[in-house]
């Protein structure tokens, strides 16, 4: 990765509008199907069962200094149904906040200069630590591991017998799975940027319960698509 296409990376995730546009492309290599075998892919039970999802992109930011910078999105997937027991598609999903991850230090260690990051939310206590908070501790109050794929047995039985972890996470590089850990890490939400895209403050716990106006977005809308297909 050159030096202008990390400046444009880092220029397009200032934005609301380019942390959608990049959390879109991260989310369908994750579960589109045309593009992995099925032993490649997050169970389709796990993404079934999901209570929310978050979706970042993590970047190299030095060579020498060894660092890197995420951001992304948190959607918390809604309860409530209409008297017909139906939803629109964008109401069955909250409105996006804006996250930044931190403390990683992945580029020297891997060997990578960008990383797609998936953090299933399994579990309420999981959502919770969200709702509650404008800072997450990953692996904190709710623990995380790295997410199993595919046609995992353990997945298909384990659920019930052993119990799923709260969250899961699964990382990419290059379309390659990375095993990358995030536990420890943490997550905080980025006030300023979801302020430019609803204009006006909101808490995170009225934007995750979706009593919010959402505005349009293309790649907003083309992720609540995926979501509502896989998930």
């Known amino acids: 990765m050159n030096i202008n296409n990390l400046i444009s990376m880092f220029e397009n995730r200032t934005s609301m509008e380019g942390i959608?546009?990049?959390?879109?492309?991260?989310?369908?290599?994750?579960?589109?199907?045309?593009?992995?075998?099925?032993?490649?892919?997050?169970?389709?039970?796990?993404?079934?069962?999901?209570?929310?999802?978050?979706?970042?992109?993590?970047?190299?930011?030095?060579?020498?200094?060894?660092?890197?910078?995420?951001?992304?999105?948190?959607?918390?997937?809604?309860?409530?149904?209409?008297?017909?027991?139906?939803?629109?598609?964008?109401?069955?999903?909250?409105?996006?906040?804006?996250?930044?991850?931190?403390?990683?230090?992945?580029?020297?260690?891997?060997?990578?200069e960008k990383v797609d990051v998936i953090i299933v939310l399994n579990t309420d206590d999981a959502v919770q630590q969200f709702m509650k908070s404008n800072q997450v501790t990953l692996g904190g109050e709710a623990s995380i591991s790295v997410g199993p794929l595919g046609r995992d047995m353990e997945v298909a039985l384990g659920l019930t017998t052993r119990g799923v972890e709260p969250m899961y996470s699964y990382s990419k590089s290059k379309g390659l799975y990375a095993g990358l850990s995030v536990e420890g890490k943490v997550l905080m939400l980025r006030e300023a940027c979801n302020y430019k895209f609803y204009d006006k403050i909101i808490p995170v716990r009225q934007i995750l319960s979706n009593n919010v106006e959402v505005p349009e977005n293309e790649d907003l809308t083309k992720i609540y698509q995926l979501l509502n297909t896989h998930c």
Not at 20 to 25: E, T
Not at 68 to 84: A, F, H, M, P, R
């Open 20 to 112: 959608l546009k990049q959390s879109c492309q991260s989310l369908e290599g994750y579960i589109n199907p045309d593009m992995f075998q099925v032993d490649e892919q997050i169970p389709k039970q796990i993404l079934k069962d999901a209570k929310g999802i978050v979706i970042l992109t993590i970047v190299k930011t030095g060579l020498i200094i060894n660092g890197s910078i995420g951001t992304g999105i948190i959607l918390i997937k809604q309860d409530n149904v209409s008297e017909d027991n139906t939803l629109q598609e964008e109401q069955k999903w909250s409105g996006p906040s804006a996250i930044s991850i931190c403390g990683l230090s992945i580029g020297l260690q891997l060997g990578l």
